[in-house]
């Protein structure tokens, strides 16, 4: 069984194989390595994932939807037609489900690669992502079917993927600038232990933003010349989108590119067309404000990692906005070097990604990985000021930029004589104030008993694992009492088991109709064989149980035990031992550094 690793990217996504100790990025059928992750329907209702949806994208909008990744972690609703173009038959998408589609297709463009089934996966994500947004990939990689092996920050991969591991320390500045999202870290590297020191970015920074620059910069053009807007309507505007995407890339080969596009509006009876010829520097007058603000995210990085820029040893570009000639030029100035080159800038962090997924499966693969939190974690609270108590203050529990895993815990008291409740609100950010912050949820502990202001000291836990996920626990001092925050963030959840199984019954539905799939659908009644997932998990368990401690393992022994009781029952049980082994699994996988 293989596990992959996928860069999920806004614009692009990619899926990455470690075969024979070398990695290498998989093809779809027409040998593209790269897939637009863009998503539609035909005007016959049929599903389209990549090119095809992107092909249909400037004439019907409607049934296509692209940048998907810009509206992770929030409920953003797409709607979409899917039944075909003379049908008003639609469906509201959310964007983890649109995502979940992408991630399916890749997963199918792995296995015809590969010829087998492939249930396993390390999906990137920016550094810069808060836990909603991570919660959110992975939820859409469980309902592609992968086993979500890791949610990695996508500079690290970046900067595995170009080895550099030597046993003196090197330090590297990684910016990834990409379709939608802007990254720089800086990352530490000594023999195979890759630390991320420093993380900022921008996650609705990219190049999205430079084409919409220049779609507004071709509708100035056309007005000028015809006297007339160019029409605002849905189509016009995502072919002149387009148009400004293909000059874009045109341009960073060449000084001056051309566009045309016929008949975008007409006057009277006569056809107007766009037709214009663009010089690179006014494309750079343009999107130099937007350059700015990434050098200015690189101090900020520089100075969080408590670096000179003399100290960097490396810079990597990643993301295909990084061949922008001024980008190079911009980074190179501030920086005082010019960036490796070496492998593409849009696969490196699929290479990376891939690798990650080979250690974790035991490939001969030797890189270990360390991340940080992006976001300072902490709760509100009241402290003690020479005016008084002032409540709604920020405490932070764990700095922004601590290496995860990474658990802490401080201990608050009460406010109020006969205080019967706290509150606890759970933010992340870095304001002091904590209303400014982002919420990520909050509960309460009940049913203190009387005691005199101060009198009463509760813990709290913040516990965050390798995949950004958050769990924070409270504890009342002396008696033990627990309780326990599920992150609820902005309109996202982990789903249950039943809607799980739901959203991804509907997402084989979608691709019932699709001839591609193979997977060697073997007519048998023993459930395992023909629930690849299950096999999957099961032969990792079997190869992690010697690593665990005596009580893992025989958690691990039981719960065992009771699949193969449900299996040779035919239980109804199965899918939900399946999930409770996956998370196991997931689970120690992901804490064996603590
Ligand atoms: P990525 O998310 O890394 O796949 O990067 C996608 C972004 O890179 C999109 O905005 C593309 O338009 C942009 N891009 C790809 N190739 C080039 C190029 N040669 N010059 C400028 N931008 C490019």
Redesign the pocket.
Known sequence: MRAVGIDL????SEVAIVENGQVRVLPGEDGDL?LPSCVGFSDTGKLLVGRDALRQYAAAPERTVKSIKRWMGTDHKTTLGVGGASSEETREYLPHEISAIILRALKQRAENALGESVTQAVITVPAYFTDAQRQGTKTAGEIAGFEVLQIINEPTAAALAYDLRSEETERVLVY??????FDVSVVEITGDVTEVLASHGNNRL???D??RLLQLHLASIFRKEHGVDAPDDAVTQARLLRAA?QL??E???HGFATVREAFLSSKGKTPLHLEAEVARTDFEVLIRPLLEETLEAIDRALADANLKAEKIDRVIL????T??PLVQQMIQQHLGQTPTDGIQ??LC?ALGAALQAGVLVGESVDAILVDVIPHSLGIAAAVNTPRGIMPGYFSVIIPRNSVVPVSRSEVYSTLLDNQEAVEIEVFQGENAIAEENVPLGSFKVENLPPKPAGGIQVEVHFDFDLNGILTVTTTEKGKGQQGTLVVNSVGMQRLSSHELKQAKEELDALFESDETIEISPEVTIDPVKVNPELTALLERARRVLSSLDEEQSEELQELLDQIEDAIAEESAEIPQLQEELSDFLYYVTNNEDE
Request: charged share 25%.
């Open positions: 990217g806004t614009t692009n790269i990834d600038l990409g379709g939608g999202t990219g190049g999205d430079f084409d995407e874009k890339i341009m960073s080969s990643v993301g295909g906005s061949r922008i800038p849009d962090v």
